[in-house]
């Protein structure tokens, strides 16, 4: 595995490798098995694979964990080498953002829910970040974990609006044998705040099971998803939201022929936790999407 560090070294070595098919996973480091499911899926599909790992300023908010967010390089390389990584791109901010940007890039739609309503502007850092590094390698294939459904919603608008020549595929979520989603975060959660977190998906899954068994209506269904989640956790319930997928649009029922998504977002003491299911309108779930 090869490690590269600057931005030009990276350009030039995707010149050199202008006749390969590159799959791209991008990443924020710490990783586990959520991250290495994406590097091997891409291992499968690719001539060749580039991972990148950026803990990315700009989409954290002042009072967010940017400077604590975890980090282990040397355990991140061994990861990447193990799982199929050909090249691992490792900038630093200064490579990223050498100099004061000259253009803001600004979302319009598909963040004034969910996580875009409670991190503001931080979907604006994601889609900068993702630009720039869509420039530099070049892939034509980039892998994304639906654990972060809404992130996969606007990059998926970032590649149709500005025409981006690559594939986005969103891969399912990996999650612990309790349920419980995998998560850098993870590490914050103390023993009884890990028992707690499962609940959060044993919610969706209730949520889920209602549709199954034909409600439809999706205030309904976030009732009762939030009294589990009140009564199992001490968590603070940031949001429970029911929308259109990947529009991100609210819906009156569940009775249509387009994709929903329930989503939840819980703040514990150290850790903000987010979570999902993707379904159809007869309650099936979609784990992956292409
Ligand atoms: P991050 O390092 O948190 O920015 O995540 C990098 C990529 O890994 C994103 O596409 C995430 O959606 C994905 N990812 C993180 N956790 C999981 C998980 N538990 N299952 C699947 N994909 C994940």
Redesign the pocket.
């Known amino acids: 595995m090869k490690i590269i560090k600057s931005v030009y070294d990276m350009q030039q070595t995707r010149l050199q490798l202008h006749d390969k098919r590159i799959g791209f ?11 290495t ?2 590097m091997k899926k891409a291992t499968q599909e690719n001539d060749l694979v580039v991972s990148s ?1 950026f803990v990315n300023p700009l989409q954290f908010g002042e009072n967010e964990d940017f400077s604590t967010y975890p980090r282990d390089e040397e355990h991140d390389i061994t990861l990447a080498k193990e799982n199929g990584v050909d090249i691992l791109f490792l900038p630093d901010t200064s490579a990223m953002y050498p100099s004061k940007m000259s253009l803001i890039m600004q979302t319009v739609r598909r963040t004034d829910v969910l996580c875009g309503k409670s991190r503001p502007g931080h979907f604006d850092g994601v889609l900068t970040v993702l630009s720039k590094l869509f420039n530099i390698v070049q892939p034509q294939h980039v ?6 459904a809404q ?2 919603a606007v990059v998926d608008g970032l590649i149709t609006d500005l025409n981006f020549p690559v594939k986005l595929i ?6 612990e044998e309790s349920g419980l ?5 993870n590490v914050y959660l103390t023993e009884e705040e890990k028992v707690e977190a499962m609940y959060i998906y044993k919610a969706l899954q209730h949520g889920q099971s209602l549709v199954r068994n034909g409600e439809h209506n999706p205030e309904k269904i976030i009732e009762e998803t939030k009294q589990m989640i009140q009564t199992k956790t001490n968590g603070v319930i940031d949001y429970i939201e029911i929308l259109h997928y990947p529009l991100l649009e609210p819906i009156t029922s569940l009775q249509h022929n387009d994709l929903t998504i329930l989503a939840i977002a819980v703040q514990f003491e150290h850790a903000r936790l987010i979570d999902n299911l993707i379904f159809d309108s007869t309650g099936n779930i979609i784990e992956e999407l292409r």
């Open positions: 996973v991008p990443t924020m480091g710490y990783l586990h098995e959520g991250h499911s994406l790992i892998y994304f974990g639906l654990k972060d992130q996969v969103g891969l399912p979520t990996i999650r989603a995998k998560s850098s975060r």
